[in-house]
């Protein structure tokens, strides 16, 4: 857990209530429309929870522009609607940037999400692509579904905690949460503080399993990095799955073997890469069939296309030190190596009696979640 002194986590406590006290959520166009934002960051979306919030107050107007939209707010007018010390304390912490008299959102935003309050990266940008390093996607969401969905489990394992959002999102458990970024377990921690859930969550600095409880744990759960991308083009820590997509997701089977042997059950949301013939992932998920009882179930396919290109570019030039990448040059790596799908997909892993491989499609479980 990043260490915070009193003074700040008493602000950021403070922070939470101010969210609360304005009705944030309400004025962010309730879950529904954030859920639809998460999924695809439609300006059509955003329009909408602007013109929502054309009939509230202008102080709140303030705090939707400048926590939600990003927007520049002059300081008076911010300090108006956030206590100075308050301000003071989210600049410290990188989440608003002070410029020339003015407050700016400029990579994150303060997401209601299922009665929760997250800090985590804007899904949408104005003039430039995002450039925070930390990741909030729809899959996230689903695999909270997922785990609340789970029977008999009281506490759980997360490998890879990002902004916090599955573990905070699960409130019948108790959960220690991993992530190799330092930047993920200052931001998870902020969140823990904003949603007063100290008591139930915690997260943990280091590789997979560090901080896995000496006790064991019913439940281990993972939203790991999946995407394939050549050596000498990584894409960041969130999202680089190795060459073939599954580097980390490997390693992580191995390691979390014994536990699921002993009785812990593991969920883990992802995507595979592949053509119409079968991927890696199958391959990968058949030489564990005869130890484990293993659900792998289809939830979407979708063709890769040049924007998918583009985007793939775009977070290979973010990473530090790298060059400017090109789109063809995924795109040439992606058809050499007949990475023509992205199948996502969620995956169940459990000892059982009866153990072996079960592949399924568009689960009923999860319809509704996908075409909503
Ligand atoms: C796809 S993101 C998960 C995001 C998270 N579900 C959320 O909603 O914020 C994958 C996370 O795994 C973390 N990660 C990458 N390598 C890791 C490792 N070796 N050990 C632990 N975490 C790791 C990344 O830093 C990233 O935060």
Redesign the pocket.
């Known amino acids: 857990m990043a260490d915070f002194s009193l003074k700040i986590a008493d602000r950021i406590k403070d922070f939470g209530e101010l969210l609360r006290a304005a009705r944030f959520a309400e004025l962010c166009g309730g879950p529904s429309l954030i859920r639809q934002l998460v999924r695809a960051a439609e300006p059509t979306i955003l329009q909408e929870i602007w013109n929502r919030a054309s009939s509230s107050h202008a102080h709140q107007k303030s705090l939707l522009r400048l926590l939600f939209f990003g927007l520049q707010t002059p300081k008076r007018v911010a300090e108006r609607i956030i206590r100075p010390d308050i301000l003071s304390c989210l600049v410290e912490l990188g989440l608003l940037q002070e410029d020339n008299h003015c407050f700016q959102a400029v990579d994150h935003c303060v997401f209601p999400v299922d009665g929760l309050y ?1 800090i ?1 990266p804007r899904l949408f940008n104005y003039k430039a692509p995002p450039t925070c ?5 729809y ?3 689903l ?2 579904q997922a785990v609340r969905q789970e029977r008999n489990v009281h506490s759980a394992f ?9 573990s905070l999102n699960c409130p019948a458990l108790r959960t220690v949460a ?4 330092p ?2 377990i200052q ?2 921690s902020v969140n823990i503080i904003l949603n007063q859930a100290q008591a139930r969550c915690s997260v943990i600095e ?5 901080g896995f409880p000496a006790e064991g744990v019913d439940l281990i759960f ?5 995407v394939p991308a050549p050596v000498d083009s990584p894409l ?5 799955g190795g060459e073939d997509g599954l580097t ?1 997701v490997k ?2 089977l191995d390691e979390v073997s014994t536990i699921i042997e002993r009785g812990a059950k593991c969920i883990l ?1 992802l995507s595979a890469y592949g053509d119409e013939r079968g991927n890696p992932l199958e391959r990968l998920l058949a030489q564990f069939s005869n130890r484990f009882q293993i659900r792998l179930q289809y939830l979407n396919r979708t063709l890769i296309e040049q924007a998918d290109y583009e985007a793939l570019a775009h977070g290979a030039t973010m990473v530090e030190g790298g060059g400017a990448v090109t789109p063809t040059k995924f795109e040439e790596y992606y058809k050499k190596h007949r990475f023509l799908y992205k199948n996502d997909c969620i995956l169940h892993i459990r000892a059982a009696a009866r153990s072996g491989l079960n592949v399924s499609y568009h689960s009923d479980t999860f319809h509704d979640s996908l075409t909503c």
């Open positions: 997250l985590g390093r930390l990741y909030f996607g899959d996230s969401l695999l909270a997360e490998i890879g905690a990002g902004t916090g959002l599955v991993s992530d190799i970024d930047r993920a931001v998870a280091g590789d997979l399993l560090a993972s939203n790991p990095p999946y960041p820590a969130y999202s680089w980390f390693r992580m949301i």
